[in-house]
């Protein structure tokens, strides 16, 4: 290759030189005009080849000689050398014939050129010859003296002239074309090089994988072993976080990529990473959020998402398609209901040969109108994020302008202008030159735009590139191939409104990429500053505040919670069994006495006798307890173990002993979920009504204790319904007498007419002890008749809403007296006495028969389900809470948990920032 190399360069010089010959001789044999144009065009030409020619090889050996520096020792270099001498010796002669070509040019054209030609020639020319050159021109001649020698040319030989002239542009022609097919040549040899300079590359980087002792030490592997992009895009993704839970913007350096909708601003970053990753649609806006592209050198051309398992391989099609359609699933899903755009950050890292490595962040484009279907928020939230992403005053500035638009249409510049005024850290690119070319624009117009004349705004470069022939179907190596072939011919070019330097997207992704080392190298110090000073301050604060407390952030303190909350759950084992069972028993009546009295004691107890009442009980005895009771008493265990456990947190919270307020939250979440989850095992009910029923059948009072038990159990549980029923009848008629004049009470219109219907219904029930527990019809017209005498004028229907309350009331004070006529009548049953009617105390004693054996049966499913049950879903609901981010930390606050999640997250980002600073440092050396 270094041969071919050599002859390549030297065949190069030896044309140019034989062109300048010869274009010399025909300028001093024919008319000045018409050769002179030709002669100087065609010199221009030449000259900027070789020198252009020279350059590259220098630029490429250079490139060699840094990259055979960092190869493995245990790599031959012998190939290496000897393309290394070849590129020396294509240099050295490559410069001689540059040089050569120079002293030609300027002693055979010194009488075609105009004197401002020849400072053009000598800008095409590297400045450190330049100023040989200009030494080496001889003084005294200019354009009159050629013109005097053209002149005194005789006019017969004007045929001879016309006949010379066209085999001197025949001759022109076939050196034009035999230039232009050595330097195509010199393109692809360069290509080839190039590519076994990529190839090279891609061997050490798979060596360097599959070497014993990379395999060794994989397991072990620390962030000094990672790519240095990678660590700082790790880094960035850090910050990132930080950024939005401690309301800060950090200011390491990435590339904005901003533009007008539909500027190409995806097809640009599309052909920096090589590989068309991004969906695509006609005229429809496609970047939804902003996604983060980290680019770096691999072996393999494959792209990620940031914590995703795939490896797309960008070399696939197919690959190419899921990749696109991932992106887009994403952007969609990232979108919220009733928005167009969300800032939600879409994280992906590509590798490949050749990548230039550099952190970019595409953003959605700028738009001027919101369209149908848009929210109409759309382009104020578009303008917020790029403002957001330009604010970072390390930015670099990815100005996108659309060639073929007229540039007055743009509205990205002057909101780049507003954030960027002096242009320090933005790059201009314009896309669609090869449209704008078509659309007939003047090259003035774009070389003003290049120059930076034509927009108020400023940057740092201009750069102009083609992006793709309007066929997404195109391949990124076919579009770079169109790219290059355009600007080779471009009218562009060749009237000088573009440079060399500011075409195609390989020298624009190589600038970048050296501007934005530069703004890290400039940056990553005075960031790791301000995290080192907010270390310092947070960790006085902590020293200060909570001085005998470990630092614990949320999910450390979430664990150490989780612990102490299944500690509480095995405690329950611990209760005494006589415990369980008195809080089951007590728990169990609470929710069955109203269904109990009103159910079944009451209409038992309105019949007309004793046979009738236990007949009428025992009816509504049975079909109670075999459809609602079961599942009511293993309801109300399950509620007598749900409220022991909570008690047992919450008192273990006032002691302090569970970090106070900081778990407080969290143990009360997982009693309510607990609560929702919980479902009525359907054996257990089962099991439970066997157990009840058989019980409820028993009538036998085998002894006094038992009786007196009944006896206390119906008196309480008529005491409990005669207070409650005494006082919503007091709330009906409302203060008595001595209340209104202790304590300044008054009764409503209604209160006064229902207390006269009460006077009415008790002088009633006064001549009628044994009253039925309904009003006949006679009676409430009585009644009506009565209150309208005084003239209270009320309907029958509250006379019977009346009724209902006072002769309940009345009822139970029956009840109550009967209850103690038969505290003693066990032996009187025993003699066979039925005169005192107290079936009623049996009926009591057969329920509270029933509650214990309940209790009793219910504490043992509680010491072996019930309460390995409820250890288990505590455990589910605890691990469900721990991958639950938001609930975690809305369940666990305080300024402690605060304070330890900041100086957590800024002690890890210090130390990341150091370790990229010191592998920053060692890849300067």
Same mark, same amino acid.
């Given at each position: 290759m270094s041969r071919s190399l050599v002859l390549l360069g030297r065949n190069r010089a030896v044309c140019a030189q034989r062109f300048v010959r010869f274009s010399s001789d025909a300028a001093a044999s024919s008319k000045p005009g018409f050769l002179g144009r030709l002669a100087r065009k065609w010199a221009k030409r030449t000259a900027f080849v070789a020198v252009g020619g020279t350059g590259a090889l220098y630029a490429a050996d250079k490139a060699y000689m840094n990259f055979k520096q960092r190869l493995p020792d245990s790599l031959s270099t012998q190939y290496f050398d000897q393309l290394h001498d070849g590129l020396s010796r294509l240099w050295s002669f490559g410069k001689d014939g540059a040089g050569n070509l120079r002293e030609g040019a300027s002693g055979r054209f010194k009488g075609l050129f105009p004197t401002g030609q020849n400072s053009r020639l000598s800008d095409v020319l590297p400045s450190g010859e330049a100023s040989a050159h200009d030494d080496n021109v001889p003084a005294g001649t200019d354009v009159a003296s050629s013109a005097a020698h053209a002149d005194s040319r005789s006019p017969s030989d004007d045929k001879d002239t016309i006949r010379r002239s066209r085999e001197l542009a025949e001759k022109l022609a076939r050196a034009q074309q035999e230039l232009v097919q050595m330097q195509n040549k010199y393109q692809?040899?360069?290509?080839?090089?190039?590519?076994? *300079?990529? !190839?090279?590359?891609?061997?050490?980087?798979?060596?360097?994988?599959?070497?014993?002792? &990379?395999?060794?030490?994989?397991?072990?592997?620390? !962030?000094?072993?990672?790519?240095?992009? !990678?660590?700082?895009?790790?880094?960035? !993704?850090?910050?990132?976080?930080?950024?939005?839970?401690?309301?800060?913007?950090?200011?390491?350096?990435?590339?904005? +990529?901003?533009?007008?909708?539909?500027?190409?601003?995806? =097809?640009?970053?599309?052909?920096?990473?090589?590989?068309?990753?991004?969906? #695509?649609?006609?005229?429809?806006?496609?970047?939804?959020? @902003?996604?983060?592209?980290?680019?770096?050198?691999?072996?393999?051309?494959?792209?990620?998402?940031?914590?995703?398992?795939?490896?797309?391989?960008?070399?696939?099609?197919?690959?190419?398609?899921?990749?696109?359609?991932?992106?887009?699933?994403?952007?969609?899903?990232?979108?919220?209901?009733?928005?167009?755009?969300?800032?939600?950050?879409?994280?992906?890292?590509?590798?490949?040969?050749?990548?230039?490595?550099?952190?970019?962040?595409?953003?959605?484009?700028?738009? =001027?109108?919101?369209?149908?279907?848009?929210?109409?928020?759309? #382009?104020?939230?578009?303008?917020?994020?790029?403002?957001?992403?330009?604010?970072?005053?390390?930015a670099i500035i990815l100005c996108i302008q659309d060639g073929a638009v007229d540039a007055e249409r743009s509205m990205v510049t002057d909101l780049v202008r507003s954030m960027d005024p002096s242009g320090k850290r933005t790059i201009f690119v314009m896309t669609k030159v090869d449209l704008a070319e078509k659309s007939e624009i003047s090259p003035g117009r774009i070389k003003a735009i290049m120059d930076g004349r034509l927009f108020p705004m400023k940057a740092l470069g201009y750069f102009a590139v083609v992006t793709g022939r309007g066929n997404s179907s195109d391949s990124i190596e076919s579009i770079r191939q169109y790219e290059e072939q355009y600007f080779a011919t471009s009218h562009f070019f060749r009237s000088g409104a573009l440079q060399a330097s500011q075409m195609t997207t390989r020298n624009l992704s190589f600038a970048v990429s050296r501007c934005f080392w530069q703004m890290v190298k400039e940056?990553?110090?005075?960031?790791?500053?301000? %995290?080192?000073?907010? #270390?310092?301050?947070?960790?006085?604060?902590?020293?200060?505040?909570?001085?005998?407390?470990?630092?614990?952030?949320?999910?450390?303190?979430?664990?150490?919670?989780?612990?102490?909350?299944?500690?509480?759950?095995?405690?329950?084992?611990?209760?005494?069994?006589? *415990?369980?069972?008195?809080?089951?028993?007590?728990?169990?009546?609470?929710?069955?006495?109203? @269904?109990?009295?009103?159910?079944?004691? %009451?209409?038992?107890?309105?019949?007309?006798? @004793?046979?009738?009442? *236990?007949?009428?009980?025992?009816?509504?005895?049975?079909?109670?307890? &075999?459809?609602?009771?079961?599942?009511?008493? +293993?309801?109300?265990?399950?509620?007598?173990?749900?409220?022991?456990?909570?008690?047992?947190?919450? =008192?273990?919270?006032?002691?302090?002993?569970?970090?106070?307020?900081?778990?407080?939250?969290?143990?009360?979440?997982?009693?309510?979920?607990?609560?929702?989850?919980?479902?009525?095992?359907?054996?257990?009910?089962?099991?439970?009504r066997v157990i009840q029923m058989n019980t409820l059948e028993d009538r036998a009072v085998t002894s006094s204790h038992q009786w007196d038990d009944a006896v206390k159990f119906m008196e309480s549980t008529i005491q409990n319904q005669l207070e409650t029923a005494r006082g919503r009848l007091h709330d009906l008629i409302g203060p008595g007498a001595s209340e209104r004049w202790l304590y300044w009470r008054s009764r409503s219109k209604e209160q006064w007419d229902r207390d006269a219907v009460c006077q009415q219904l008790k002088t009633l029930l006064g001549a009628a002890k044994e009253h039925s527990s309904s009003l006949a019809s006679d009676e409430l017209t009585t009644v009506c008749k009565n209150l309208q005498t005084q003239g209270i004028n009320v309907s029958q229907d509250f006379v019977t809403d009346t009724w209902n309350h006072l002769y309940r009331e009345h009822f139970l004070e029956n009840a109550m007296r009967n209850c103690q006529e038969c505290r003693k009548a066990f032996y009187h049953r025993d003699l066979g006495s039925n005169q005192l009617h107290c079936d009623d105390i049996v009926l009591f004693w057969r329920i509270q028969r029933m509650l214990h054996i309940t209790g009793n049966a219910l504490r043992q499913q509680i010491e072996n389900e019930e309460a390995r049950r409820l250890s288990r879903q505590v455990k589910q609901i605890l691990e469900t809470m721990a991958n639950d981010s938001d609930k975690k930390m809305r369940l666990i606050t305080g300024r402690q948990v605060e304070l330890a999640e900041e100086l957590k997250r800024v002690r890890l980002i210090q130390e990341r920032l150091e370790s990229f600073i010191d592998a920053l440092s060692r890849e300067k050396s």
């Open positions: 692809r040899e360069l290509e080839r090089m190039e590519q076994a *300079n990529r !190839d090279l590359k891609r061997q050490l980087l798979l060596s360097r994988q599959s070497s014993p002792v &990379a395999t060794t030490t994989a397991s072990s592997s620390t !962030d000094d072993e990672k790519p240095l992009i !990678d660590m700082y895009s790790e880094l960035l !993704d850090l910050l990132q976080e930080y950024d939005s839970g401690f309301d800060v913007q950090d200011h390491l350096p990435r590339v904005v +990529v901003v533009g007008d909708q539909s500027a190409g601003k995806t =097809s640009v970053l599309e052909m920096i990473a090589q590989a068309r990753i991004f969906p #695509r649609g006609g005229g429809e806006m496609m970047t939804r959020s @902003p996604v983060k592209v980290t680019l770096s050198e691999g072996p393999h051309h494959v792209a990620q998402f940031k914590g995703g398992g795939r490896m797309y391989d960008l070399t696939s099609e197919r690959e190419l398609e899921a990749l696109r359609r991932e992106i887009e699933r994403q952007m969609r899903a990232s979108v919220r209901a009733g928005q167009t755009v969300s800032n939600d950050v879409i994280s992906l890292s590509v590798r490949g040969p050749g990548l230039q490595r550099m952190v970019l962040v595409d953003l959605p484009g700028i738009i =001027s109108t919101v369209t149908s279907g848009m929210a109409v928020d759309t #382009r104020d939230a578009i303008t917020s994020m790029s403002k957001y992403y330009m604010n970072n005053p390390n940056s990553v110090h005075q960031q790791a500053d301000g %995290f080192r000073a907010s #270390r310092y301050n947070l960790e006085t604060e902590w020293k200060n505040t909570f001085p005998r407390l470990r630092e614990l952030d949320r999910n450390e303190l979430f664990e150490k919670g989780k612990d102490e909350i299944l500690d509480h759950v095995a405690a329950l084992s611990r209760i005494a069994p006589h *415990n369980w069972e008195k809080a089951l028993v007590e728990q169990l009546w609470l929710q069955m006495s109203a @269904p109990v009295v009103e159910k079944i004691y %009451f209409p038992a107890a309105q019949g007309t006798g @004793p046979s009738n009442f *236990n007949t009428r009980a025992d009816i509504n005895l049975r079909r109670w307890a &075999a459809k609602d009771l079961p599942q009511l008493s +293993v309801q109300a265990g399950w509620e007598v173990l749900l409220g022991r456990f909570a008690t047992t947190l919450k =008192s273990d919270v006032a002691t302090g002993r569970g970090k106070g307020d900081l778990f407080a939250s969290l143990k009360e979440e997982v009693v309510k979920e607990c609560e929702a989850r919980h479902v009525a095992s359907a054996d257990s009910i089962d099991k439970l």
